[in-house]
């Protein structure tokens, strides 16, 4: 089976992990809302709601598969990191980018640079 293919279900199931645990704070009214362009490989999991008295709309993860079959992070703003859980899934970290940080300290990370 291609390796996008099953990278995208990684993705899915992770996303969906992520969408039942509830925001630490004062959260009032809010919805965490999964949105899967499975056209164009782009994933995200956006919090929307009130926080107080304030209106929030949030990105808390934020990934895109790319053609060549490696998966670009660009947000996480979960406690123990997306890249992780694709790691124990069985994705190599040759195949995950941490996009969110600049290209020349991503050599850094044990993650892919590009």
Sequence with gaps: MDKKII???YIEELLREHAVFNPIG???EYE???IINKSNTHFQ???VGWWGSRRTHHCALHLDLKDDGKIWI???WTEIGIA??????GVPKSDIVLAFYAPFRREDTGFAVA
Aim: hydrophobic share 35%; no cysteine.
């Design 7 to 9: 990278y995208a279900k």
């Design 74 to 76: 660009q947000e996480d």
């Design 26 to 28: 004062d959260w009032k």
């Design 84 to 89: 992780n859980q694709l790691v124990e899934k």
């Design 32 to 34: 965490n809302q999964v």
């Design 45 to 47: 999991l956006v919090r």
